[in-house]
């Protein structure tokens, strides 16, 4: 690794809706948001090289609401690659076509890597059509094992939408990847070195945890802030947004997080039992999509 530090940014949840829809489940101006960001962004010093976006790009998945992120993301000039990642709010047969221009093969996972300036970058899709929480199908930690291998030598960023677990609490697999598939991940990265962190979104609050000696990473992102008083009650949005700016050197990562201006005004709050209300809703969509499917 280059003793020169090298920076790169971490935005989450952008949660950009479709333009010509009223959604009563988008609680702030997205938009607005993602534009002060980037133009944020631009006047990094050094500029950073990459940014990875790590799921929930869009608040419902449809064509339109990635065709509008697509939009702002071209005006906005960025002259550095930017990596996406999906969530549970993204839906496949919307990004694909949309953002890759891709219309086979829009069911499967979106997993993929790229090397900058000598990062591996490893984008691994934790979402599952209808599940809130994260999960791997069949093949990805495959995948990922193959992934890591092919540039064993290099510094790696993981980025998914979903954290691993970080407690074996069914009633919390929601909030994270799965507990059996936190177990898998942590069998395959056990023993390499070389994994400088794994950056997340969903839960919508700035937290830094280690995880079995891994630094993870989650942003607040851009759609609203969780208020971490209120986690024993349930979940109060309020107002508030950041993104992260990475700096890695020789010693590791280093996580900067960059808050954007906020009142922390209440914009929604959940408790756990309508969370559990929430789930039962995404399960019974899963179930009534399969019957349509098998038809």
């Not at 280059?2 to 938009?31: M, R």
């Not at 496949?92 to 979106?110: C, H, I, K, N, Q």
């Not at 069949?138 to 890591?148: S, T, V």
């Not at 919390?172 to 023993?191: F, M, N, P």
Request: proline content about 5%; aromatic content about 8%.
């Amino acid at each position: 690794m280059s003793a020169t530090p090298l920076t790169f940014v971490h935005i989450t949840d952008l949660h950009i809706g479709h333009p010509n829809v009223q959604d009563d489940h988008l609680y702030s101006d997205t938009e607005a948001t993602l534009r002060a960001i980037l133009s944020d962004i631009k006047s990094l010093q050094p500029a950073p090289r990459f940014i990875v976006a790590s799921g929930d790009l869009t608040n419902h998945g449809e064509p339109e609401a990635y065709q509008r992120l697509k939009t702002i993301m071209d005006e906005a000039g960025l002259e550095m690659p930017v990596l996406y990642t999906l969530g549970n709010h993204d839906k496949r047969e919307g990004f694909y076509p949309v953002m890759l221009g891709r219309t086979e093969e829009t069911d499967a996972p979106y997993d993929h890597a790229a090397v900058i300036d000598g990062i591996h970058v490893v984008m691994i899709d934790s979402s599952k059509p209808f599940k809130i929480g994260g999960h791997f199908e069949e093949g990805q930690i495959d995948w990922l094992a193959a992934e890591l291998d092919r540039h064993p030598d290099l510094p790696k960023l993981i980025v998914m939408h979903h954290a691993p677990a970080l407690d074996e609490d069914v009633a919390l697999e929601w909030e994270a990847l799965s507990i059996a598939d936190t177990q898998a991940l942590r069998d395959l990265l056990k023993g390499r070195e070389n994994i400088l962190g794994i950056l997340s979104g969903h839960i919508h609050y700035d937290r830094v945890s280690n995880w079995y000696g891994i630094p993870v990473v989650v942003g607040i992102g851009q759609h609203a802030a969780t208020d971490v008083r209120y986690l024993h009650e349930g979940l109060r949005m309020v107002s508030g947004a950041s993104f992260a700016i990475g700096t890695v050197r020789p010693s590791g990562l280093t996580i900067s997080f960059v808050p954007q201006p906020a009142e922390r005004r209440e914009l929604k709050v959940h408790t756990f039992a309508g969370m559990a209300e929430v789930i039962r809703f995404y399960e019974t969509q899963a179930q009534e999509a399969a019957l349509v499917a098998a038809e």
